[in-house]
């Protein structure tokens, strides 16, 4: 079955980066794109980056544009999301979600992304 | 940006009886709008897409209905397990979500 395994949570410094790692299992790794959503206490889901898994091509969010990094690595079926130049309002449940024409059909279990000095 | 508003925020129903639960869309999204159910610590769900196509595995008692920029998500006979938060997510235009709708236990 299709499942996304991210990485476990982090505590960073303000400033510091953070670097999110979502493995696929259960299908092929690069017929999908992924998209990368946050999940900031009290506030609404919001997309911060897409990735073609299969050519490594991605669109960013205008808010997260400057800090963020999506990469992928096919042989591991694995992409990444980095944020840097943190700050405690990054602080947030951060998620990959695969991408089905914009119909979010599977996600990750969540990454809890701590900022705090 | 497409700005999506859901309504109400929080809405107290008993079990057995039925939701309903909109989301309006600032410009048109045509049919391109996907309903999700959250739980605490849980991550969301996908339950409806195309406005009103349930995804594998969610039961009948789902259903929505919409175009255009006025969409509605029913939950009929609500059961314990649909005590949640519910989003809207229009995919026109990239991805925007609503603010979500907390379905309490009245």
């Known amino acids: 079955q299709v499942q996304l395994v991210q990485s476990g949570a982090e505590v960073k410094k303000p400033g510091a980066s953070v670097k999110v790692s979502c493995k696929a299992t259960?299908?092929?790794?690069?017929?999908?794109?992924m998209y990368w959503v946050r999940q900031a206490p009290g506030q609404r889901l919001e997309w911060m980056g897409w990735i073609n898994v299969g050519n490594g091509n991605t669109k960013y969010s205008q808010k997260f544009q400057v800090r963020v990094t999506i990469i992928r690595d096919t042989s591991a079926s694995t992409a990444y999301m980095e944020l840097s130049s943190l700050r405690s309002e990054d602080t947030a449940v951060y998620y990959c979600?695969?991408?089905?024409?914009?119909?979010?059909?599977?996600w990750g279990q969540g990454t809890l992304v701590t900022v705090s000095s | 940006e497409i700005v999506m508003t859901q309504s109400p925020a929080t809405l107290s129903v008993s079990p057995g009886e039925r939701a309903t639960l909109s989301c309006r869309a600032s410009q048109s999204v045509s049919s391109s709008l996907a309903w999700y159910q959250q739980k605490p610590g849980q991550a969301p769900r996908l339950l409806i897409y195309?406005?009103?196509t349930r995804a594998t595995g969610i039961p009948a008692r789902f259903s929505g209905i919409g175009s255009g920029t006025e969409f509605t998500l029913t939950i009929s006979g609500l059961q314990s397990e649909d005590f949640a938060v519910y989003y809207c997510?229009?995919?026109?235009?990239?991805?925007?979500f609503g603010g979500g709708t907390k379905v309490e236990i009245k």
């Open positions: 195309g406005a009103s």
């Open positions: 979600a695969r991408d089905n024409g914009g119909i979010l059909d599977h």
């Open positions: 259960g299908y092929t790794s690069t017929n999908y794109a």
């Open positions: 997510q229009q995919y026109n235009d990239w991805l925007t």
